[in-house]
């Protein structure tokens, strides 16, 4: 069971450092016993705080970067993205509101076991999470504005996502394969029975040629 802070002790958006959070999340987690049920818990909102999660996976506290990744990480356990499509850390007592320039995860690693229908992909994410793409853990893929290239994301966990990394979007690359898709034929890969089109095979010939 999360253990809840008492009613005088400060609360999220008053802490005035990484230490002061560590602890009141730290008392929120369940270390040792999986995610905390972020889920299920419905506190109510106490504002924004100063903390943003850049494009390349970098959390900055109050402008400054948060150098130690276990406190990264800790505080990667308690995020939320909710229906109205913004961020929040989250407790048992509160919820407040953070900055995220893309996605809050990135993932930086991928290994691929199998073959065919049978193939899974395995990703990992800056903070260590450990994914396999699938059904539950959709692949997508987004044009970038400006370029002629594509922002790959995986589903992490409710509706958090993670950013591909530009050398795991290279190795994905390598294992498409042309696969009709609803009558048309799309460059794509495979993950645990799922078939997630990256773009039309008539485009990417045009495109390498």
């Not at 396999?132 to 044009?143: C, T």
């Amino acid at each position: 069971m999360a253990i809840r802070t008492d009613n005088d002790a400060p609360g999220l958006g008053e802490a005035t450092d990484t230490a002061g959070l560590e602890a009141l999340i730290g008392r929120a987690a369940r270390a040792g016993k999986g995610l905390p049920p972020v889920e299920r818990w419905n506190p109510p909102f106490c504002g924004d705080l100063d903390m943003e999660i850049k494009r390349d996976g970098t959390w900055f506290y109050l402008g400054t970067p948060i150098g130690r990744m276990p406190l990264v990480q800790l505080f990667s356990t308690v995020l939320r993205k909710d229906d109205d499509g913004k961020t929040y850390l989250v407790t048992p007592v509160e919820k407040v509101g953070i900055r995220v320039e893309d996605a809050p995860f990135v993932a930086v690693e991928v290994d691929a076991s199998g073959k065919g229908s049978a193939q899974v992909l395995t990703f990992r994410t800056n903070v260590g999470d450990v994914v396999e793409a699938g059904p539950d853990n959709p692949l997508r893929f987004v044009d970038e504005e400006g370029t002629d290239g594509l922002k790959p994301y995986l589903l992490v966990r409710g509706r958090l996502e993670a950013l591909v990394a530009r050398p795991v979007m290279y190795e994905l690359a390598e294992l498409g394969e042309e696969i009709d898709v609803d009558g048309r034929t799309m460059f794509a890969v495979r993950s645990k029975g799922a078939v997630f089109p990256i773009m039309p095979a008539d485009t990417l010939k045009r495109l390498s040629a």
